[in-house]
């Protein structure tokens, strides 16, 4: 999926008036550290141009965009070295609330941004405190309410919303404010496909006239590329390493990009390893219509073996093998499950012969007065590496929540290795199913990462020295040991994200339940994180994902659960889920962006169908 594509003359355009914003060897030292992160940037951007900030995790990309606001230094202290301006203000010596006026900020976490009671209270609160007339207050956040789809929920509390939904009420009240510069850190991580095109197509109407800019952070490429007219990219230290078009710095520097640990979309991980095995794919593909039609015009390399695969059949009868469902016709799951030990991401077993880890039965679930899932039927093998799939408000989340007793489902209906989940204390469910927020933050309460893993075992009321060994041997798996006696909040985004699986791994639990495990990482840490899933799957552990990343799921889930509605549509091999186009489009979802390229492709038989990178030819020589 790729978001709408912009009017080439308005990206020419773009960048030809007066900076709008002046960025010049701006380098921030927090308070306690020695180094300056980012060290030495500068850029400008102008009125209607689309920005896309890239870089490892560490190289300060989050911080550059909490500088342009004010929130550095004025909320967290901070050096400035260098100097930020905004519509000809120094953002160092501008006070937040004039600032608010020409910069609006979207944060990655909506929930650090939500205040009030209802939606529309909450799009309302920044124009109110800018004094403007009240009808001119409920005319913009009418407008940015319907611009985002939520208006018809304006009444509710933004509690009720999903994430995704929260995330859109975000960008709501960014819009409503009517600044010249918006700022979006990671705006489309919590939201599904739908949501994704609905939000871009917003935001290019935006850009359209030509008298706002934006500033995008953004690790979903697929979604983006077209929409973005410029790339800056900050390297590890904190500096700019490319500052260029769309086609000078993704397509031009992707081998570079790739090598320092950037997000790149799927269709050019695809080519690159496509070009190293012999095809000829130039210039760089960048969407998956680019690289089918590509391959349409490449030759096949001549060690390709066309007889290799013969998949010609493959999505028709996938798709027969999928269990679909209405409210009526429930599928039963129990089929399918992993052999972790002996089989690739899609190789399948039958788990109907033994008694299932997880078990599910008429699950229904209530968030206030609103029933969230109805009547779920569920089973999940010991061992499986199962995702969970679906459309904002689908009941994703609700459903791993009530896996987990985070939220206690009603008596009788969740087991987890033969205990009632809705009857069990924390203590015992803790030792069958470890359970990872989105956001890591959620769940620590210690002062140190030592600490942090220790709780856990300390609850079990081991000995010191126990606590001691076995809390260094798992933070020494996690690459933590250098952190031991750091704050967890001072981590970044992909030490939190390790200390938070390490934490809820520390008891030993069978189980491991996270909610969108790649949400605010850098594609290294990203890579990092999944490979340690799928070790600790390949060890025994059973893993259950939900995500928004399709890509995600097809290169490791061995089955797949889509939720529509609260309810279970399908449930079956991950391969044969995706080969089943209108189920997936049926439930708000897409195909993943490398099936979609390949799928059905007629010149290179030995690719089509397929939909892991993983699957695609290997380099000549070897070489992956």
Same mark, same amino acid.
């Given at each position: 999926m790729t978001a709408p594509q912009r009017d080439p003359s308005a990206a020419l355009a773009a960048g030809s008036g007066v900076p709008l914003v002046r960025v010049r060897d701006l380098a921030v030292t927090y308070d306690g550290e020695k180094s300056a992160v980012p060290a030495s940037v500068t850029f400008d *951007?102008?009125?209607?141009?689309?920005?896309?900030? @890239? +870089?490892?995790? %560490?190289?300060?990309?989050?911080?550059?965009?909490?500088?342009?606001?004010?929130?550095?230094?004025?909320?967290?202290? $901070?050096?400035?070295?260098?100097?930020?301006?905004?519509?000809?203000?120094?953002?160092?010596?501008?006070?937040?609330?004039?600032?608010?006026?020409?910069?609006?900020?979207?944060?990655?976490?909506?929930?650090?941004?939500?205040?009030?009671?209802t939606l529309l209270d909450e799009v309302a609160f920044g124009p109110e405190n800018l004094r403007m007339p009240v009808a001119d207050v409920l005319a913009r956040a009418e407008a940015a309410l319907r611009r985002v789809g939520l208006w018809e929920r304006r009444g509710d509390n933004p509690d009720l919303l999903s994430g995704g939904g929260r995330q859109r009420l975000a960008i709501a009240c960014a819009l409503a404010m009517g600044s010249p510069l918006l700022v979006l850190d990671e705006p489309t991580a919590n939201l599904d496909p739908q949501g994704i095109e609905e939000v871009y197509t917003t935001l290019a109407d935006l850009v359209?006239?030509?008298?706002?800019? *934006?500033?995008? /952070?953004?690790?979903?490429?697929? $979604?983006?590329?077209?929409?973005?007219?410029?790339? /800056?990219?900050?390297?590890?230290?904190?500096?700019?390493?490319?500052?260029g078009s769309v086609d000078d710095v993704l397509r031009g520097r992707a081998e570079e990009l790739h090598a320092m640990g950037v997000w790149l979309p799927v269709s050019a991980l695809a080519a690159l390893r496509l070009r190293r095995a012999g095809y000829?794919?130039?210039?760089?593909? @960048?969407?998956?219509?680019?690289?089918?039609?590509?391959?349409? $015009?490449?030759?096949?390399?001549?060690?390709?073996d066309p007889d290799a695969l013969d998949p010609a059949d493959a999505p028709a009868a996938a798709a027969r093998n999928v269990r679909r469902t209405d409210p009526a016709d429930r599928a039963d799951p129990r089929r399918n499950a992993p052999d972790p030990h002996t089989g690739?991401?899609?190789?399948?077993?039958?788990?109907?012969?033994?008694?299932?880890?997880?078990?599910?039965?008429?699950?229904t679930l209530r968030r206030g007065r609103t029933e969230v899932l109805? %009547?779920?039927?569920?089973?999940?093998?010991?061992?499986?590496? /199962?995702?969970?799939? +679906?459309?904002?408000?689908?009941?994703?989340?609700?459903?791993?929540?009530?896996?987990?007793?985070?939220?206690?489902?009603?008596?009788?209906?969740?087991?987890?290795g033969g205990v009632d989940v809705g009857r069990a204390? $924390?203590?015992?469910?803790?030792?069958?199913?470890?359970?990872?927020?989105?956001?890591?933050?959620?769940?620590? *309460?210690?002062?140190? /990462?030592?600490?942090?893993?220790?709780?856990?075992?300390?609850?079990?009321?081991?000995?010191?020295?126990?606590?001691?060994?076995r809390t260094m041997e798992l933070l020494v798996r996690f690459g933590l040991e250098g952190k031991a006696d750091t704050h967890p909040?001072?981590?970044?985004?992909?030490?939190?994200?390790?200390?938070?699986?390490?934490?809820?791994?520390?008891?030993?639990?069978?189980?491991?339940?996270?909610?969108?495990?790649?949400?605010?990482?850098?594609?290294?840490?990203?890579?990092?994180?999944?490979?340690?899933?799928?070790?600790?799957?390949?060890?025994?552990?059973?893993?259950?994902?939900?995500t928004h990343d399709m890509q995600l799921v097809t290169e490791y889930a061995h089955r797949t659960v889509v939720l529509a509605d609260g309810r279970v549509r399908a449930a079956g091999p991950t391969a044969d889920v995706f080969a089943d186009a209108e189920l997936i489009e049926g439930a708000g979802l897409r195909l993943p962006p490398l099936q979609r390229a390949l799928l059905g492709l007629e010149r290179h038989p030995e690719l089509t169908g397929l939909a892991r990178l993983a699957d695609l030819p290997a380099a000549r020589g070897g070489a992956a």
């Open positions: *951007i102008t009125a209607g141009e689309v920005v896309l900030l @890239l +870089g490892p995790s %560490g190289s300060g990309k989050s911080t550059l965009t909490l500088a342009l606001n004010g929130l550095i230094p004025h909320a967290v202290p $901070a050096d400035i070295g260098g100097s930020i301006e905004v519509a000809g203000l120094d953002t160092a010596a501008t006070p937040v609330a004039e600032l608010s006026t020409h910069v609006a900020m979207v944060f990655q976490d909506p929930d650090a941004q939500l205040v009030t009671g359209a006239a030509g008298d706002r800019a *934006i500033l995008l /952070v953004e690790h979903n490429l697929d $979604a983006a590329v077209g929409f973005v007219d410029r790339v /800056v990219v900050l390297d590890l230290d904190g500096r700019v390493a490319a500052d000829a794919l130039d210039p760089l593909p @960048l969407t998956p219509e680019e690289l089918r039609a590509g391959l349409d $015009a490449a030759d096949a390399p001549d060690s390709a690739p991401a899609n190789a399948t077993t039958d788990p109907s012969a033994s008694t299932p880890l997880i078990s599910v039965r008429g699950l109805h %009547g779920i039927d569920l089973d999940i093998a010991a061992g499986e590496f /199962v995702a969970v799939v +679906g459309a904002n408000g689908a009941g994703k989340t609700s459903l791993i929540q009530a896996l987990a007793g985070v939220v206690p489902p009603p008596k009788g209906t969740v087991r987890v204390d $924390a203590r015992t469910l803790s030792a069958r199913i470890g359970f990872v927020f989105q956001n890591p933050e959620h769940q620590f *309460i210690a002062h140190t /990462v030592f600490d942090e893993v220790a709780h856990g075992l300390r609850r079990q009321h081991l000995a010191d020295d126990d606590v001691r060994r909040f001072l981590l970044s985004g992909g030490q939190k994200r390790r200390l938070s699986v390490g934490t809820a791994l520390v008891a030993g639990a069978p189980v491991l339940v996270l909610d969108e495990p790649t949400f605010g990482q850098d594609r290294a840490r990203a890579d990092e994180l999944l490979a340690l899933l799928r070790e600790l799957n390949v060890e025994g552990t059973t893993i259950v994902v939900v």
